[in-house]
């Protein structure tokens, strides 16, 4: 359509006579009487120096040849890990989860009209909490470093305490979140160190905080920054004998390898979902999961499905617990977060049940010694030596002979995400590195990865 003094670059939608009648309406001539308040002297008074409008298949040609300039995990074998991982999701759990009642679904308010979606949701609550080790799970928050986040926050509430134990080997996105979740409602948060060799939470530092008796409860990441995988059990006693809760963050998969963190005695259980069944996607949308012990379901946060019996005794299932906001006293509810990721919650009850215990548990044995394998042959090379002694499981980290950035950057250019820089503040040098190894890797992946590892490191300590 012919532009006009009336109708500025942009103007596509509405016609000359939408925009007429929308002047007459307000009372003015034209549409530069709209911005008469903007001081002239401001004003570009020209139009924008813009490419003329494409069509829609150029601009779908041009999208594509951009997309094509990006490096992601179709273009190169990737290592990376540090809580998102590259697994394989079956195609039924897309079929799935693509199907008009799960992807429109709202949340079901009115249960008579959404049985499907709670019973799906009820079913994610049982399996997350097998997984998991502890029967009360919530039907998901936004991902996991909220999930921790809230956790603590049920520690406080429970134990009417505001102090909090944190590792300084947690991943430091959580630490961001749990920072800017917990510093404004005047809860102290206690870093303590990790063993220099294993890179295991000092218990001993952990009992000199905790024995002053004022501290509401201890996190743990599992496996840390580091790629160690913490020893829960052993914590879980000291926390015991200081009446202090415990909270661990851990990868599922893991789950399927080791006894879960709630069989070990852990109070609260929180993991990121995306390893089971959600794709990388660029960061997300994630899923955060909650699991905690009976004692602590009334500080639950988000909501709880529950099977129960309407009037005339049929079976059936409904929202039994949603105290947010928007259903009780804002001062009274658990948590401020008002949205929860259903149709993921969908995606990882699809994944768990097409996968099975069996399958599910191989997959983690299959992650496990991919990753042993890979680093055993890593310790061959010169100058390569591990970072922390502890035992991982599809992670860890080692520390290079050279700066870890321009290892990895000189990895990328040989088409390979060789991992992520560990923290200076951590490692202690720039030159640790946590690389990660799923079941996508295959050996001739892993053959790749040590050849160029071994060309990359000699050409830069020439």
């Not at 415990?246 to 070990?264: K, M, T, Y």
């Amino acid at each position: 359509m012919a532009q006009t003094k009336h109708r500025p670059l942009g103007f596509n939608v509405h016609t000359e006579h939408d925009v007429q009648e929308m002047l007459t309406v307000m009372g003015l001539t034209s549409v530069e009487q709209l911005f008469a308040d903007v001081p002239a002297k401001i004003r570009l008074n020209r139009e924008l120096e813009l490419p003329h409008a494409l069509s829609e298949w150029e601009l779908m040609r041009d999208v594509r040849t951009m997309s094509q300039m990006n490096s992601n995990s179709q273009t190169h074998s990737s290592f990376l890990g540090s809580g998102a991982y590259e697994h394989y999701v079956p195609a039924v759990v897309e079929a799935i989860v693509a199907r008009g009642e799960f992807l429109t679904a709202y949340t079901p308010y009115q249960p008579e009209m959404s049985q499907g979606l709670l019973q799906a949701l009820f079913e994610f609550q049982v399996l997350t909490g097998r997984l998991l080790g502890l029967e009360c799970v919530n039907c998901s928050v936004y991902d996991g470093a909220t999930a921790l986040a809230e956790s603590c926050w049920m520690m406080c509430c429970a134990t009417g305490k505001r102090r909090i134990v944190v590792p300084l080997a947690l991943w430091s996105d959580y630490s961001d979140v749990l920072l800017t979740y917990l510093l404004p409602r005047s809860i102290t948060i206690e870093r303590v160190a990790q063993d220099p060799e294993t890179g295991l939470t000092d218990a001993a530092a952990v009992q000199a905080l905790l024995i002053k008796g004022d501290v509401a409860g201890l996190v743990l990441q599992s496996p840390n920054a580091f790629g160690v995988i913490e020893d829960v059990a052993a914590l879980v006693g000291l926390c015991q004998a200081h009446q202090v809760l415990l909270s661990v963050s851990v990868n599922p998969l893991l789950c399927g390898w080791l006894e879960p963190p709630g069989r070990l005695g852990a109070d609260i259980v929180v993991c990121e979902g995306q390893p089971l069944g959600l794709p990388l996607n660029a960061g997300g949308p994630y899923i955060g999961i909650i699991a905690c012990a009976k004692p602590l379901e009334r500080y639950l946060p988000g909501r709880l499905v529950g099977r129960v019996h309407d009037l005339n005794g049929q079976l059936g299932y409904a929202l039994v617990k949603e105290d947010r906001e928007q259903h009780v006293a804002r001062d009274k509810a658990t948590s401020h977060i008002c949205s929860n990721q259903a149709l993921n919650a969908i995606r990882v009850v699809v994944y768990l049940a097409t996968l099975g215990e069996v399958n599910f548990m191989q997959i983690a044995q299959v992650n496990a010694a991919k990753a042993r394998d890979l680093q055993q042959r890593l310790l061959l090379l010169p100058g390569i030596k591990a970072l922390r002694s502890g035992v991982f499981f599809n992670e860890f980290s080692i520390e290079l002979p050279v700066d870890a950035a321009l290892f990895c950057q000189r990895m990328q250019a040989q088409g390979i995400f060789a991992g992520v820089a560990v923290a200076q503040s951590l490692a202690g040098h720039p030159r640790g590195l946590l690389v990660a190894v799923t079941e996508t890797k295959s050996s001739e992946d892993i053959d790749d990865y040590i050849r160029h590892a071994a060309q990359c490191l000699k050409a830069q300590l020439i």
